[in-house]
């Protein structure tokens, strides 16, 4: 059974930067399709960036291209997402997840097709 822990959220300032972490256990990350994705009060869950299992592609979301940054170092089973240039609108609960590559896919980043979920980490974004 995968599991999947986040941290790194916290509170800032538009403008400001955070980086969010997922460790993943009970599978490799080296195997799995991994994403972020966010959930704000009222909104169905979106997909903000994704990584292919060997972390040599990735996708984002047109509202994050070019603030934010997906990434996985496999050896430390580990996620990462970092966020610079936040934004109000970046406020949301963050989430990771993890799926086989025959079930889902880093481009489409549609979250009823990955298994494995976080148990999510705030972020709050002032202006």
């Known amino acids: 059974q995968v599991q999947l822990v986040e941290s790194g959220g916290g509170s800032v300032q538009a403008g400001g930067s955070l980086r969010l972490s997922c460790v993943a256990s009970g599978y490799a990350s080296s195997n799995l399709v991994l994403g972020w994705f966010r959930q704000a009060p009222g909104k169905e869950r979106e997909g903000v960036a994704g990584i292919n299992v060997n972390g040599g592609s990735t996708n984002y979301a047109d509202s994050v291209k070019g603030r934010f940054t997906i990434s996985k170092d496999n050896a430390k089973n580990t996620l990462f997402l970092l966020m610079n240039n936040l934004k109000p609108e970046d406020t949301a609960m963050y989430y990771c997840?993890?799926?086989?590559?025959?079930?889902?896919?880093?481009?489409?980043?549609?979250?009823?097709?990955?298994?494995?979920w976080g148990q999510g980490t705030q972020v709050t974004v002032s202006s």
């Open positions: 997840a993890a799926t086989n590559p025959w079930r889902g896919s880093y481009r489409s980043l549609n979250p009823k097709t990955f298994t494995y």
